[in-house]
């Protein structure tokens, strides 16, 4: 997940996942935010091989601390990312 900066309504976000069996991409628009969460719209704009990869839909990210933040989808996947 590569995060850039922009306003409400702008795609900030850039996803990229890759599996034994599949690579998917995507992008997500910002929905909202504060000083330590962002709300997002994420859509799939890439699966390899056609139609192994699922859009999450809309995904949260709160702040941890400068190296982590927390993910949370709306199809109810959550997990710990950490900067690179």
């Known amino acids: 997940m590569t995060i850039t900066q922009g306003e409400i309504g ?3 976000v850039v996803t990229r996942t ?3 069996d599949a690579k998917c991409r995507g992008t997500g628009t910002l929905l909202s935010v504060t000083e330590s969460t962002i ?7 890439e699966s390899i091989p056609e139609g192994s990869c699922a859009s999450v839909g809309e995904q ?3 702040l941890i601390d400068d190296a982590h933040l927390r993910w949370n989808a709306g199809d109810g996947g959550t997990g710990i990312l950490a900067r690179q």
């Open 18 to 20: 890759t599996s034994a």
């Open 39 to 45: 709300e997002l719209d994420t859509v799939l704009t």
């Open 10 to 12: 702008m795609t900030v």
């Open 60 to 62: 949260t990210l709160t």
